[in-house]
């Protein structure tokens, strides 16, 4: 069984340039969820797929979005960046809903 | 929404020694409570978690007891290690999708 993988693992941008992070599931899990962790702070809740559908979403801008795709695997991208979205970005994946979340190595995102 | 605030923000203890770190909780609707383990550089990895149907929890040296009336739930460590030295994170949710996580607890074990 495979533990959950994102890529890349950093990525430099600078404002006002779009990005696409990418997230592969964990084995059997069809549940995918994103979050934004600043230095010296807890995960925040971007947003949750389930089953290819958005199935809630934290307090975050349109110009981040999602998918998920029919393996479960999914996408982050963020547009028009700012400053404020240098971050660590997790997704975490769950057998279903309701479950434990398991959370992949993040990508560094770092916005000049 | 949900507020989790957690206590301390930084714990220093000595080998040997336990480690309490608690959080608070503002939605009564709230049902699953996981602790998160972080160490530098690496992902959060679950080392325990509750649902409110249950008081405590244990799992060897580490233990999470749940007080649903005062909404506040706490993570003990016992006999305190260096490698358990890390950032601690609780969560709760009520839903299953939206985790809301506390500040973080950085614990340092002093050989």
């Known amino acids: 069984e495979t533990g959950v993988t994102q ?61 998920q795709f029919p393996n479960y695997s999914s996408e982050l991208n963020v547009n028009a960046l700012e400053l404020d979205d240098s971050a660590l970005y997790l997704c975490a994946s769950s057998l279903r809903l309701q479950e434990t979340q398991y959370f992949g190595p993040g990508t560094r995102l770092l916005v000049l | 929404g949900e507020n989790v605030e957690q206590h301390p923000s930084t714990l220093s203890v000595q080998e040997g020694d336990s480690a309490v770190i608690k959080c608070t909780y503002s939605d009564s609707a709230s049902n699953y409570f996981p602790w998160y ?63 809301y996580f506390g500040t973080g607890t950085s614990l340092t074990v002093i050989p």
């Open chain 2, 37 to 99: 383990k972080q160490e530098l550089g690496k992902r959060p990895q679950l080392i325990i978690d509750i649902r409110s149907n249950v008081g405590e929890k244990k799992d060897q040296r580490i233990a999470v007891t749940l007080n649903k009336t005062a909404k506040h739930f706490s993570l003990h460590i016992t006999e305190t290690q260096p490698e358990d030295s890390a950032v601690y994170f609780c969560a709760a949710t009520n839903t299953g999708n939206q985790f």
């Open chain 1, 7 to 67: 890529s890349p693992t950093h990525l430099i941008k600078t404002r006002g340039q779009q990005v696409t992070l990418r997230c592969s599931s964990q084995s059997g899990h069809n549940t995918v969820s994103w979050y934004q962790q600043a230095l010296g702070q807890g995960p925040q809740f971007i947003f949750q797929y389930y089953r290819e559908e958005e199935n809630g979403r934290g307090n975050f801008p349109p110009r981040f979005s999602g998918l």
